[in-house]
């Protein structure tokens, strides 16, 4: 007998975030505006200087609604929290949807990498992850991008045009087409569109 779909069940259970150069502008204008019932959580992977320590997600907190906080061990990723992978540490999600940190090596250069987040938080959430690209150097996050977009997650790219620097997301254009290219101002927006959204 075919098991009978609940109505009014989220679509989408995830937010996976890659940014690098620019970054921390970027992120001043991506939080704040969501609201403190936004009812996702939020995974954040950032390339910055691995003696930087928690200071960007103290701030980002004091500027937020939602929580902001560096990913500890283990924990269990919930609703209205945004987590950021710490400096040097690569965040990944397990198939329960609790984070862990690995000092793996690099993966494009970059520890923490978006790509070892995307494809990890696509191996736990499936269809049900928005995967997102911003502004930044190198080509970190477009293969996990692609890999979420294979999976049927909804997939965003800044507009290259209005990013600090381009790369990334140039490079997340030419491994696969986007559901939304969107200038940065419009992503809150965007977000909450989505995360509102229900299964069909």
């Given at each position: 007998m075919p098991v009978k779909k609940v109505q009014g069940t989220r679509r989408y259970s995830a937010v996976a975030i890659a940014v690098s150069t620019g970054g921390v502008e970027a992120l001043?204008?991506?939080?704040?505006?969501?609201?403190?019932g936004f009812p996702l959580p939020v995974l954040v992977v950032i390339?910055?200087?691995?003696?930087?320590?928690?200071?960007?997600?103290?701030?980002?907190?004091?500027?937020?609604?939602?929580?902001?906080?560096?990913?500890?061990?283990g924990e269990l990723a919930v609703a209205g929290t945004v987590y950021m992978a710490p400096p040097d540490?690569?965040?990944l999600v397990e198939l329960d949807g609790g984070l862990a940190l690995t000092f793996d090596p690099p993966v494009n250069f970059a520890r923490?990498?978006?790509?070892?987040?995307?494809?990890?938080?696509?191996?736990s959430y499936g269809p049900a992850l928005i995967g997102?690209?911003?502004?930044?150097?190198?080509?970190?996050?477009?293969?996990?991008?692609?890999?979420?977009?294979?999976?049927?997650?909804?997939?965003i790219v800044q507009d290259p045009d209005d990013a600090l620097m381009d790369a990334m997301?140039?490079?997340a254009l030419a491994c696969r087409t986007?559901?939304?290219?969107?200038?940065?101002?419009?992503?809150?927006?965007?977000?909450?569109k989505l995360a509102a959204e229900v299964q069909p």
């Open positions: 001043k204008r991506v939080l704040p505006p969501l609201p403190a390339h910055i200087a691995a003696a930087s320590g928690d200071g960007l997600a103290r701030l980002l907190d004091g500027m937020s609604k939602l929580h902001v906080k560096e990913a500890d061990e540490y690569h965040m923490p990498s978006a790509d070892v987040l995307f494809e990890s938080a696509c191996a997102v690209v911003l502004t930044g150097a190198g080509s970190d996050g477009a293969m996990g991008l692609a890999h979420i977009g294979a999976a049927g997650g909804y997939t997301p140039c490079a986007p559901d939304s290219v969107v200038k940065l101002d419009a992503l809150p927006a965007l977000l909450q």
